[in-house]
């Protein structure tokens, strides 16, 4: 299975990016989707997560209202809009997939991810 993420960059506050991760190796539309990012100096931690068909979506309590996650089956692509970006927006982004068609928000519930891609949002 592979992970590529793509359409970080950097942003002022207030600005908004879109990121994409295209999957591939197995049959995308059977498993989980989610997006983690890490800041320099924090440990990794959860953004947003998606099921199988994208009926069911979970955020972390930062970004709720402001990102949203969702995914193209045909295309084999998960998307995270981010809108509002804030300065502590600023991280490593990294999709992940999981062995199951159920959302999750642990880290180590996930067994294949992306190689991340950076967004800095600058005050």
């Known amino acids: 299975v592979q992970l590529q993420a793509s359409g970080g960059g950097r942003v002022q506050a207030g600005g908004f990016l879109r990121l994409s991760c295209a999957a591939s190796g197995r049959t995308f539309s059977n498993y989980a989707m989610g997006w983690f990012r890490q800041a320099p100096g924090k440990e990794r931690e959860f953004v947003a997560a998606?099921?199988?068909?994208?009926?069911?979506?979970s955020y972390t309590d930062s970004v709720k209202g402001r990102f949203t996650i969702s995914r193209d089956n045909a295309k084999n692509t998960v998307t995270l809009q981010m809108n509002s970006l804030k300065p502590e927006d600023t991280a490593v982004y990294y999709c992940?997939?999981?062995?199951?068609?159920?959302?999750?928000?642990?880290?180590?519930?996930?067994?294949?991810w992306g190689q991340g891609t950076k967004v800095t949002v600058s005050s």
């Open positions: 998606i099921n199988w068909s994208g009926g069911s979506t």
């Open positions: 992940a997939t999981r062995d199951s068609p159920w959302r999750a928000t642990m880290a180590d519930e996930y067994v294949y």
